[in-house]
């Protein structure tokens, strides 16, 4: 079956414009993540849905940063007045259940780069 | 707060060599831990995963321990193969409220044929 897709795959922008990145998850997945990934570095959590709320968001860096989940499915991860170090690959995963010890299925990533 | 260290960030081999990259975390109260491998361009993808009441699980030419004890947890892979080449991520999900995942930076391997 199909696995968890994002889109666009890459996005150049200017500082300061605002960004939007989607996730499609694995159907019948009830949990969402986003994850952030600098160069060379490991993930970092950003944001955690449980069907369409997030009772998680611990990981946002700044209030320019939101997300939202709509009908249990599609996630949009939303960055306002773009800088250059949000530049990185933007990754969202889904699971099905809501235990936090589910196995995650990865998206391959959106490449965000703000000249 | 809550962390995990991997070390080494690259690890070179010979084919059909052993290669083990080990973790620790600061969170004693972390009860799950997944290990993903994730090739260029792709998302990580979970190879592996062990729990706290469990000790040791192997799959293939795969195992992981864990000494919970130390909050030490290690990945072993034997017979390597150029296939194997990627970068390996150790996570810890720590189980003191929230949802988040906690990974380490990663491991760099690299298999030489």
């Known amino acids: 079956g199909a696995g968890v897709s994002q889109s666009p795959s890459n996005k150049v922008t200017e500082k300061g414009k605002d960004v939007e990145l989607r996730c499609d998850p694995i159907?019948?997945?009830?949990?969402l993540y986003w994850y952030r990934q600098r160069l060379g570095q490991g993930l970092e959590f950003l944001i955690y849905?449980?069907?369409?709320?997030?009772?998680?968001k611990s990981g946002l860096p700044s209030d320019r940063f939101s997300a939202e989940r709509t009908g249990e499915s599609v996630s949009t991860l939303t960055i306002q007045r773009t800088q250059q170090e949000d530049s990185a690959v933007y990754l969202c995963?889904?699971?099905?259940?809501?235990?936090?010890?589910?196995?995650?299925?990865f998206g391959p990533g959106t490449r965000l780069t703000v000249l | 707060g809550e962390n995990v260290e991997q070390h080494p960030s690259t690890l070179s081999v010979q084919e059909g060599d052993s290669a083990v990259i080990k973790c620790t975390y600061s969170?004693?109260?972390?009860?799950?831990f997944p290990w993903y491998k994730q090739e260029l361009g792709k998302g990580p993808q979970l190879i592996i995963d062990?729990?706290?009441?469990?000790g040791e699980k192997k799959d293939q030419r795969i195992a992981v321990t864990l000494n919970k004890t130390a909050k030490h947890f290690s990945l072993h892979i034997t017979e390597t193969q150029p296939e194997d080449s990627a970068v390996y991520f150790c996570?810890?999900?720590?189980?003191?409220?929230?949802?988040?995942?906690?990974f380490g930076a990663g491991t760099r391997l690299f298999v030489k044929a």
């Open positions: 995963a889904s699971t099905s259940g809501d235990s936090r010890n589910n196995e995650q299925f």
């Open positions: 159907s019948g997945h009830t949990a």
């Open positions: 849905f449980q069907g369409n709320s997030a009772p998680d």
């Open positions: 969170d004693s109260a972390s009860n799950y």
């Open positions: 062990i729990r706290s009441n469990v």
């Open positions: 996570a810890a999900v720590p189980n003191t409220g929230g949802f988040k995942t906690i």
